[in-house]
């Protein structure tokens, strides 16, 4: 059974059994017999599966991992560098947490045009013009990233990679909430 809280490592000992089967007559004294033998006999299992939890701390490293891969292809194959996007740490103010946030290029440039113009009209309020900049670029975002990954088989791999990483992730985060 395979649940995303869990993970499974195969383990393929085939090749140290064999080195320890075909040293241990020679380290003894004795002549070596056959390797043939010596696998027929010793009726070991091909692998092994080990199931066990995963840190939260190392999903979330996962995450972010795939993350970085995918936006770093999506950005060398974009057309436009304000599709470009940036990751950085933040710390909330609200209880001082870490965060990881990836912007694209528009939006921090959006963002400061807007804050300039929020102090110099005093008016604390997103503009109209602001919204509407926004949405277009907003648009022309996903669009682009749609074309490139049914275009691209590499950025479609490390898109695939990030979901499972994410539901990999969410799927931990929720189960530890219900215990």
């Known amino acids: 059974m395979f649940r995303d809280a869990i993970f499974r490592h195969r383990i393929v000992f085939l090749a140290n ?3 320890i089967v075909s040293i241990a007559p020679q380290a003894a004294g004795q002549a070596n017999p056959p390797i043939a033998e010596n696998i027929e006999s010793a009726n070991v299992p091909e692998e092994i599966v080990v199931y066990g939890e995963r840190n939260i701390i190392q999903l979330r490293a996962e995450v972010y991992r795939a993350e970085q891969a995918f936006l770093d292809k999506f950005n060398l194959l974009n057309s436009d560098d304000n599709f470009d996007f940036k990751c950085k740490i933040i710390t909330l103010l609200e209880n001082r947490a870490r965060k990881r946030v990836c912007v694209p290029r528009f939006a921090q440039k959006y963002e400061a045009r807007m804050a300039a113009a929020m102090i110099r009209d005093g008016n604390f309020q997103t503009p109209p013009r ?3 900049q926004l949405r277009k670029y907003e648009a022309l975002l996903v669009e ?3 074309v490139l990954i049914g275009d691209d088989e590499e950025l ?4 695939s990679k990030l979901e499972l990483a994410k539901t990999a992730y969410e799927g931990e985060l929720k189960e530890r909430r219900q215990k």
């Open 156 to 159: 479609r791999e490390a898109y």
């Open 17 to 19: 059994l064999l080195l």
């Open 144 to 146: 682009e990233m749609l």
């Open 130 to 132: 602001f919204q509407a």
